[in-house]
């Protein structure tokens, strides 16, 4: 299937139920799906359903869109993402982006579990993503341009969007909730890094190192959705704690974090977005 036939039928399901009111998305990762369940009204369509659609592998990750209410607002959330190193060329990770920007989605909030390479920070720390490096080897626009979307050489200069930035710092530093603001990398995974990587990652100016989130950050640039980015450190990047990492961990962490996560994602839907 062309990728502009996936996205059409995505639509038009979530359309079915309610979602063309949605002008906020959500991207939900590792451990941090859970804040889907406390929307209103939920309705689902799982990706399963979707022709066309990759469905997420990885444990701890749902792999459903989930439509419902939160302060008066309809939101579309992506419970469960799809990763590159699950095998999917990174134009299938553009899908979930894109398919919000046809219901009409403005801002969108991508989450996600990273590994700590500011050697301030510790697990459970709360990092609002100041920009990017792609470390992938890839990018999600590889392929013939979707002019519908946007251009075929896109700006990336404002990819988290500087005023929602601002605005957020404001806001968590009045609620007393610790934010720290840094650069997010992204490796392809699936191994965690060695510590020569992350040592690397620190000299080129990254604070946090994950395995997802740039090619849904690029394909929102793309087609003009304004995106916050919010990391939760789940663990201390590799080298740096002497001792080994795990996916468990990361799950551990998250869960542990829930409450002080979903404090922040509330306070960026009733008063953010
Ligand atoms: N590295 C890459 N991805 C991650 C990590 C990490 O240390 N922790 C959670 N996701």
Do not use: W
Not at 40 to 66: L, M, Q, T
């Amino acid at each position: 299937m062309e990728l502009m036939d996936i996205i059409e039928s995505a639509a038009a399901l979530l359309k079915q139920q309610g979602a063309e009111q949605a002008k906020i998305g959500m991207i939900l990762g590792s451990g941090l799906g859970a804040y889907a369940e406390t929307l209103e009204n939920k309705r689902f369509v799982n990706y399963a359903d979707i022709p066309g659609y990759p469905v997420s592998s990885v444990v701890g990750h749902k792999s459903r869109f989930v439509i419902g209410e939160k302060a008066g607002k309809t939101i579309v959330v992506m419970q469960g993402r799809f990763h590159y190193y699950e095998g999917y060329p990174q134009s299938l990770l553009s899908l979930g982006v894109r398919t919000m920007q046809r219901l009409g989605v403005e801002k969108l909030l991508i989450t996600n579990a990273a590994g700590g390479v500011n050697t301030s920070y510790h697990a459970g720390t709360l990092m609002l993503i100041s920009d990017h490096i792609n470390l992938s080897g890839t990018n999600p626009l590889i392929g013939k341009n979707l002019d519908a979307f946007g251009p075929r050489f896109p700006d990336l200069s404002n990819v988290y969007d500087r005023d929602l930035r601002t605005a957020l710092k404001a806001l968590a530093k009045k609620h007393d909730i610790e934010l720290e603001e840094g650069v997010y990398l992204m490796m392809s995974g699936p191994c965690y890094e060695t510590p020569a990587e992350i040592r690397m990652a620190r000299a080129i100016g990254a604070d946090a190192v994950g395995m997802s989130t740039v090619p849904e950050a690029i394909a929102a640039a793309h087609c003009g959705i304004k995106t916050v980015g919010i990391s939760l450190i789940t663990n201390m990047a590799a080298g740096i704690l002497d001792q080994p990492l795990s996916h468990a961990e990361v799950t551990e962490t998250a869960n542990q974090a829930a409450k002080r996560f979903s404090a922040l994602v509330d306070l960026i839907v009733s008063d953010l977005f």
